[in-house]
């Protein structure tokens, strides 16, 4: 087995409220490890707490409750000033672009950034090292003196990148990082995101609400359902045999690239319910059709059903798998 | 290449840049350039166009009206008033500029700091500077310089340090919009530190507003300069600043000799009224909204 990078335990995060004693439960019980050269797809509907989770792995946000392991130490309640050091390990990139790049400096100097923070390099070195970075995110060395107004969408991500691979490291945490651009965009910056995961052997977590995109660059796919994972599985088995409900609701309005293969399509009913008021036993027991009164008071806890495929269903065994039991 | 990766091209665009941007002045915001403009230069080279010495008195010419040998006429003490008025323009300058100087100094990294970290620090921070606002400023500065000793450079302290909540105040504001924008959260995750993260990230982008103030805050610091001297505090009588000279000339102002004060007075009045058409414009250029609710 490949070498962990990042281990979560019982990650939780609410939010509060106003000042009322309500919270937003945002992330509700996540256990997950990523490892090096590993692509872990996360994917999961507006609200699932998908960002949330990418930004309280990197300590961007205060977990309310859990453990976080980074690099095989627990990295939970570091101080900010404490986790600098380690940020040199641990980048991020973010969902849009042409916000998360300081107006006001030039490509250059963002991309060096991460280099002149970490790396006590010549300023020789820094320049050569960010031409470097620039060609290897296919980014025209021209732009290093322009600011971030005058690149496109698709430009502005590689700067990103560039800025995230920098320092070389460990753990590369990417929120939708393809959802603002265009398809033909996309494509490109996955295809870098893979090259560079063979090159850099570091650990991503990619992001994402689109199944088509994380079917294509992970390894392996947890499946998001308010605030908890409810499918961890690697890429075959869950377009293969997706185990829970949701997973399979969420496959079967993916359109296969096969359009003549028959469908079945599985349309889930109502919204994704308020993290505000979670509901009781399993959270998906509102909208899952093969529902029955035990998943509104017990919750399931993660099952190993094959190797590396972890399901949270109470169902499993009495037939709840809804799509071979309407086939049959 | 110090102290940015970029290559030399650049700077002489973005000073082309500027000097079209001057362009894009109003009217009433050119008429104000030159109006400082000549200021400045009678400060810088008052000794080209000084007829007089302007601390010598001639004690046989007191008090004497307009002439072709005294254009402003003599004051009280014999001295020329014309000389005496372009040698001033040295005075408002040199406390304006410091001063504002000093007010930016510390009010824009107390505003950084103070909306950069929030909770108690930046209460207490903005409670002390609404404190030195709650009191009108002339008396204030009144108090302060009388206490301090009455020197040139205590003017320009005092003067400095009360008007620094304005520019905090202004960065502040933007700050507190930023913090938590995506730029910065991605500059944090970079892993740079606080101070990096102010004055690399927040600074350029909060504070245009401050600087846009700064000609109507030099405004500012003249007129009360000019009333701290008129009212005998900071700078003392034979000293040929224009506040000084109209408080010398007001005496006289009953008896008739009205150029004694009127002089001092007129230019006093254009070095405002030029900083403050200046700082209109300036503020039409750097805060488009403003402009676009004209």
């Keep these: ?80 000033k404490e986790l600098r050091p380690l940020r040199k390990d641990m980048q991020m990139v973010f969902q849009d672009p042409w916000s998360a790049l300081n107006p006001r400096m030039k490509i250059g100097d963002l991309i060096a950034e991460p280099l002149r923070i ?74 870098l995101l893979m090259e560079l995961r063979e090159e850099t052997q570091a650990g991503f977590l990619f992001i994402s609400h689109d199944l088509g995109t994380i079917k294509l660059i992970s390894d392996t796919i947890a499946v998001l359902y308010l605030g908890r994972i409810v499918e961890l599985v690697p890429k075959e088995a869950l377009f293969n045999e997706p185990a829970h409900p949701y997973s399979q609701s969420l496959l079967s309005a993916h359109l296969p690239a096969d359009l003549d293969a028959p469908i079945q399509r599985l349309i889930l009913e109502g919204e994704i319910p ?33 190797q590396n495929h972890h399901v949270s269903c109470l169902r499993l065994k009495d037939g709840g798998n809804i799509l071979s039991r309407q086939q049959a | 290449m110090p102290p940015s990766v970029t290559h030399q091209l650049t700077w002489p665009r973005r000073t082309a840049n500027r000097v079209r941007g001057l362009s894009r002045l109003s009217p009433t915001a050119a008429a ?26 001639y004690p046989d010419r007191i008090l004497q009206g307009p002439s072709y040998e005294h254009w402003f ?96 105040r202004l960065v502040r504001a933007e700050v507190l919009a930023l913090r938590s924008s995506n730029f910065v959260e991605s500059a944090i995750a970079a892993g740079n530190p606080t101070w990096r993260i102010l004055f690399f990230h927040l600074l350029p982008n909060t504070i245009q507003g ?9 405004a500012w610091a003249v007129r009360i300069s000019a009333t701290l001297a008129f009212l005998g505090i900071g700078i003392q009588a034979p000293t040929p600043e224009w506040g ?27 070095l405002v009224f030029g900083l403050n058409l200046l700082g209109d414009g300036i503020q039409d250029i750097l805060d488009p909204r403003r402009r676009a609710s004209k």
């Design chain 2, 73 to 168: 006429g003599t004051d009280g003490n014999g001295m020329d008033i014309f000389s005496r008025v372009i040698y001033g323009a040295k005075f408002g300058f040199g406390i304006a500029i410091p001063a504002v100087i000093i007010a930016v100094l510390i009010g824009i990294p107390v505003g950084l700091i103070a909306g950069y970290r929030g909770g108690a620090l930046d209460e207490i921070l903005m409670r002390i500077f609404d404190g030195l606002r709650v009191f009108p400023s002339i008396i204030l500065a009144l108090a302060v310089v009388a206490a301090t000793g009455q020197s040139l450079l205590n003017v320009v302290l005092v003067l400095g340090f009360l008007d620094s909540p304005v520019f905090a």
């Design chain 1, 118 to 191: 970490h790396l006590k390099l010549s300023e020789p070195d820094l320049r050569d090292r960010t031409e470097l970075l620039a060609k290897k995110v296919r980014l025209s060395t021209e732009f290093l003196n322009r600011t971030p107004s005058a690149l496109s969408g698709g430009q502005l991500q590689r700067v990103c990148i560039a800025r995230a691979i920098a320092t070389n490291p460990k753990l590369i945490i990417l929120d939708e990082p393809t959802s603002s651009l265009d398809l033909s965009v996309r494509a490109g910056i996955l295809e």
């Design chain 2, 244 to 270: 000084a000279m109209i408080r010398q000339g007001a005496e006289f102002m009953v008896t008739g000799q009205w150029w004694v004060a009127i002089f001092p007075g007129i230019a006093l009045i254009f």
């Design chain 1, 274 to 306: 308020s993290p505000i008021d979670l509901p009781s036993g399993c959270s998906f027991h509102t909208r899952c059709p093969a529902a029955v009164d035990v998943c509104k008071t017990a919750t399931p806890q993660p099952e190993l059903i094959a």
């Design chain 2, 210 to 218: 401050a600087m846009a103030q700064t000609a109507v805050r030099a």
């Design chain 2, 32 to 57: 104000g350039v030159v109006i400082i403009v000549c200021f400045g230069v009678l400060a810088l080279f008052s000794e080209w166009f000084m007829t007089h010495d302007p601390v010598s008195s």
């Design chain 1, 1 to 80: 087995m490949r070498q962990p990078i990042l281990r979560a335990k019982n990650l939780v995060k609410r939010f509060s409220v106003g000042r009322s004693s309500s919270y937003v439960n945002a992330v509700n019980g996540v256990d997950l490890t990523i490892h090096r050269g590993e692509i872990l797809g996360m994917v999961g509907e507006s609200g699932s707490g998908k960002s949330t989770i990418g930004r309280t792995l990197l300590r961007l946000t205060d977990p309310t409750e859990g453990l976080i392991e980074f690099d095989g130490r627990d990295i939970t309640s570091l101080s900010a």
